[in-house]
Each structure stands twice: as C-alpha cells, then as structure tokens.
C-alpha cells in the first residue's frame, strides 16, 4: 500500500494541537501533559494513524502516543482527528531510534503493527524487534515489559519471535491467522490491515511481557 505525498504536510503538523513537537521536553513528564496518571501505550510506526487514533477512543482511561518518522504519513493522521477532542491521544513525527531522547521509565506498552520488515540479512538491525531495539525499549517501560505486533510478513514474525525469546520474553498469545482465530482477540485493525482483511491475507500476531 502506497500512501499519497501530503504537499503541506509541515504545515498541518505545525498548527495541530496533537502533534508534541518537541518531545524531549517532556521525557518523564508525559503525565503532566495528559494530566493524569493512566498508563501509556505507544505504537511505533503509526502510519495514518488508524490503530492509535480508534484505540484512544475505545480506551479513554489509557494515554496514547502514535510516533511516525514521515511526514505526510503523519499529516494525514492530523487530518483525521479534525474536529475531534481525543485528550488521551498524543503524535509525534520523529525515528523510533530516538525514543530514548523522549521517554524516560514511562511507558506500558509498546505496540508495532506491520512495520517495515527490512527482510534482508543485512538490514536486520533496522527491525522494531531487533535486540537492538529491545534494548532501547528496556530504557523506557515504566516497569514490566509488554509489547504487541501484528505483520502480514512471514520473515518479520518469525524473527520476532526469535528475538523476543532470545530476550527472554514469554509469550502470552501467538496466532498465525489473526482473524480466523477462534479465540476472538481483540484487534482494531490499521489502515494496512483493513485493506489485507478484504484480500483474506493472513495476519500474524504476539503478545509477549517481560515481568521484572
């Protein structure tokens, strides 16, 4: 799926009032901005903003951050919430690799849904669930570990869970077809998955927590 360029997207971005635009400023401060104490969920790769956006309104009593590196992605994002109040969401546009600058033991929960899979040997690194990753993410989980990840790539699922394992995570749920599962997990589906939902493409999913 190919998303449009937004041609003023830095201005859309720049007059929201839910895209934080400097970030570090608030690095163990997030509560202070969301006024309260709730926990908070930050999905890295939001894309439009589908998942993030749904998931503050079915959860008003959980805090949610959507971070996105592109612009126009983000912009779109912007657009969806106009005329919308949504005081438990939040938007950042910034790479994920910064996260560290942002947070500090803050965060819940950390959701990746069908990011980027770099399927090439050489571009492992760059994979939300890389070691390396995971070890930015132990720098910014409030107390226990939870992350959740859905994909439509076979070669990024299966990496995944060897990566969490290898980190000595444990898994709550795994499917292999998300939709056909017959345990009915929750799921709000992004703006790729509603489109791979129509194809019957099949969705893989984990649950996995690190308690300390």
């Given at each position: 799926?190919?998303?449009?360029?937004?041609?003023?997207?830095?201005?859309?971005?720049?007059?929201?009032?839910?895209?934080v635009?400097?970030p570090?400023?608030?690095?163990?401060?997030?509560?202070?901005?969301?006024?309260?104490?709730?926990?908070?969920?930050?999905?890295?790769?939001?894309?439009?903003?589908s998942?993030?956006?749904?998931?503050?309104?079915?959860h008003?009593?959980?805090?949610?951050?959507g971070?996105?590196?592109?612009?126009?992605?983000?912009?779109?994002?912007?657009?969806?919430?106009?005329?919308?109040?949504?005081?438990n969401l939040?938007?950042i546009?910034?790479?994920a690799?910064?996260?560290?600058?942002f947070?500090?033991?803050?965060?819940?929960?950390?959701?990746?849904?069908f990011?980027?899979?770099?399927?090439?040997?050489?571009?492992?690194?760059?994979?939300?669930?890389h070691?390396?990753?995971l070890?930015?993410?132990?720098?910014?989980?409030k107390?226990?570990?939870?992350?959740?990840m859905?994909?439509?790539?076979?070669?990024?699922?299966?990496?995944a869970?060897?990566?969490?394992?290898?980190?000595?995570?444990?898994?709550?749920k795994?499917?292999?077809?998300?939709?056909?599962?017959?345990?009915?997990i929750?799921?709000?589906?992004?703006d790729?998955?509603?489109?791979?939902?129509?194809?019957?493409?099949?969705i893989?999913?984990?649950?996995?927590?690190?308690?300390?």
């Amino acid at each position: 799926m190919r998303y449009n360029v937004v041609k003023n997207a830095n201005s859309i971005l720049e007059s929201s009032d839910y895209l934080v635009k400097n970030p570090s400023s608030y690095k163990n401060k997030w509560k202070d901005l969301f006024h309260n104490n709730n926990p908070i969920c930050l999905e890295l790769g939001m894309g439009r903003g589908s998942f993030i956006i749904d998931m503050a309104k079915y959860h008003p009593n959980i805090n949610y951050i959507g971070l996105e590196l592109d612009s126009s992605q983000t912009a779109t994002a912007v657009n969806k919430l106009s005329g919308q109040n949504i005081k438990n969401l939040k938007l950042i546009c910034a790479d994920a690799s910064k996260i560290i600058d942002f947070f500090g033991k803050e965060i819940d929960t950390i959701y990746l849904t069908f990011s980027e899979p770099w399927p090439k040997k050489q571009d492992e690194k760059k994979r939300f669930t890389h070691e390396s990753y995971l070890r930015l993410y132990d720098r910014i989980f409030k107390k226990n570990k939870h992350i959740i990840m859905k994909t439509d790539n076979k070669i990024l699922f299966a990496s995944a869970l060897e990566s969490l394992s290898n980190y000595w995570y444990v898994f709550d749920k795994v499917s292999l077809d998300l939709h056909n599962d017959e345990r009915k997990i929750e799921n709000i589906m992004t703006d790729f998955e509603k489109q791979y939902f129509k194809e019957h493409r099949q969705i893989y999913y984990l649950d996995a927590y690190f308690d300390n």
